[in-house]
C-alpha cells in the first residue's frame, strides 16, 4: 500500500508536494481504515479538489511518470504494452521537460521523487531525482514491517553506487543514467527484495479520463465468476444489465459486444455503442476497480467522476472503504470536481485534499485535516464542507467569486 508520497519541481508543483495516506488520529470512519499487521492505519481513498488549472491533475500525474519511469524499461524488456494509461507517456517515450516552467530557476533542478510504500511484509522508502531524462541520483532502502530500523539496498549518485547485503558483489557500474537502477536489477537478477519492491509498481492501475480515448476501452472479464460481479455491481446502480455477449471474427478479434436487458421478462439487446457514455465508461472501468480491490492494488483515476452520477461516485469509494469489500488493502486516490460526495457521510477529512495556485502559477497541495482559517481554527468534522468550499473557506477557491454572487449583483 501506499504510505506517503514527495515530490518537487514537477509541472505547476515548484515547491515540495506531499500527500500522506497515514490515518490522522480523528475520530471519523475508524472501521473504514486499511490496518496493517503491525497495528498502523492507512487511508483507503483520497479525493483530491481545486479549480480548473490548479494542480489536482498534476499529482497524479507526478505519481504516474514515476510509477512508470520505473516501469517502463521492464515493460520494454519483456516486449509488452502497460495496461495502464499515464498522462506523460506519448509516442513510445516518457517526456523530458516535466519541471516547474514560470521561474528561470527550476529548468536547472532535477524533478525530486520521494516513495514510501509497503509490499509483501517490507516496508520501502524510494527516492529518486531526474534532471532532462536522467537519473541524477537514487535510493532504496526496507525494513520489515515491525522491525525500528532500515537498511540499505542500494544509494545511487554521480561518484558511484553503494549496495547492502543482497546486491553484494553484483556488477551494476554499466547502468544507462536513463534507466532506474531498481528497473535495470529487476530485469537482469532474480533478488527477492527487489521483486517484492518492484511489484508494487508493477500493481499500481492508472486511469486518466482526460483523455476521451478511454471510454472506448472496454475490459470485459473472460472469468465467469468475475463478469458476474461486474453485472452485480451494474445492477446495484440500478443499471438494468443482466448480461453481455460478445461477438468475435474467426481469428477470435472481438468485432463488437451487446449488452442484454431483461423487460417484462423478456430479453433484449443493445449495441454497447447505443448504450449511455456514462454506461460505456462503467465499463470500461469497473472491471478495472475490482481487480484492484481484489488484489490491494492501488488505483490512481483523473476525472473519475466525469460522466457518472454522484451516487454512483459514492458507490465506487464506498468499496473502497468497506472493509468487508476492500480485503486486500487496495486504495483509490482520485480526482473530483463532485460537490454532493464532499461530506463528512462519506469522507473523513484527512481523505479530502486540495490544490491551490499562488500569484505565481505554482501549486500548493493541502488536506483538509491539517487546514486552518485565518483565526488558526481547525475544520470541524460537522461542517458541510461543499458548501464551505464552494464559498471560499479552504482556500482553493474552486470558481470566480462574482459568478457565485450573480443574482446579488443583479439585485444591486
Not at 81 to 90: N, R
Not at 126 to 137: L, N, Q, R
Not at 218 to 241: C, G, T, V
Amino acid at each position: 500500500m501506499l504510505c506517503q508520497f514527495t515530490f518537487k519541481n514537477f509541472g505547476s508543483f515548484r515547491d515540495e508536494a506531499f500527500l500522506d495516506l497515514c490515518a490522522e488520529s480523528i475520530s471519523e470512519m475508524r472501521d473504514s481504515l486499511i490496518v496493517d499487521s503491525d497495528g498502523e492505519k492507512y487511508l483507503p481513498v483520497i479525493s483530491i479538489y481545486g479549480p480548473n488549472g490548479g494542480g489536482k491533475s498534476t499529482v497524479l500525474e507526478a505519481l504516474a511518470y514515476l510509477i512508470y519511469f520505473v516501469n517502463n524499461p521492464i515493460y520494454m524488456t519483456q516486449m509488452r504494452v502497460p495496461e495502464m494509461q499515464v498522462p506523460h507517456f506519448s509516442g513510445g517515450s516518457l517526456r523530458h521537460d516535466i519541471y516547474y516552467k514560470f521561474d528561470e530557476e527550476s529548468r536547472n533542478h532535477p524533478t525530486d521523487f520521494d516513495l514510501l510504500f509497503r509490499r509483501d511484509g517490507y516496508e520501502f522508502r524510494y527516492e529518486i531525482s531526474i534532471k532532462d531524462g536522467a537519473v541524477v541520483s537514487e535510493n532504496l532502502y526496507s525494513k520489515k514491517i515491525g522491525a525500528r530500523r532500515a537498511s540499505i539496498i542500494f544509494e545511487r549518485s554521480s561518484e558511484g553506487i553503494e549496495t547492502g547485503e543482497e546486491l553484494k558483489n553484483l556488477p551494476l557500474d554499466k547502468v544507462r543514467s536513463s534507466f532506474p537502477l531498481i528497473s535495470y536489477i529487476s530485469t537482469a537478477y532474480d533478488i527477492d527484495i527487489i521483486n517484492r519492491a518492484i511489484s508494487w509498481f508493477s500493481y499500481s492501475t492508472i486511469l486518466n479520463y482526460d483523455n476521451p480515448q478511454r471510454d472506448r476501452n472496454i475490459l470485459i472479464p473472460e472469468d465467469k465468476k468475475r463478469l458476474k460481479q461486474l453485472l452485480s455491481m451494474l445492477q446495484s446502480m440500478d443499471i438494468n444489465i443482466t448480461d453481455v455477449r460478445i461477438e468475435e471474427d474467426e481469428k477470435g478479434r472481438i468485432i463488437d459486444i451487446y449488452t442484454i436487458h431483461e423487460v417484462n421478462g423478456k430479453k433484449f439487446e443493445l449495441n454497447l455503442k447505443e448504450e449511455s457514455s456514462g454506461t460505456r465508461k462503467l465499463f470500461s472501468c469497473l472491471s478495472r476497480i475490482e481487480m484492484c480491490l481484489e488484489e490491494g492494488r492501488l488505483l490512481i483515476a483523473d476525472e473519475l467522476d466525469a460522466k457518472l452520477h454522484p451516487k454512483i461516485l459514492g458507490y465506487i469509494i464506498e468499496q473502497f472503504q468497506n472493509p468487508a469489500v476492500n480485503k486486500a488493502g487496495a486504495q483509490l486516490i482520485l480526482t473530483s470536481h463532485d460537490m454532493v460526495n464532499m461530506n463528512p457521510d462519506v469522507f473523513r477529512r484527512d481523505e479530502i485534499w486540495f490544490c491551490s495556485q499562488g500569484h505565481d502559477y505554482s501549486s500548493n497541495l493541502y488536506s483538509l485535516v491539517a487546514f486552518r482559517d485565518g483565526r488558526g481554527q481547525k475544520v470541524r468534522k460537522d461542517e458541510v464542507y461543499s458548501k464551505r468550499y464552494l464559498e471560499g473557506h479552504y482556500g482553493a477557491d474552486p470558481y470566480i467569486m462574482h459568478g457565485l454572487n450573480w443574482e446579488r449583483k443583479d439585485e444591486q
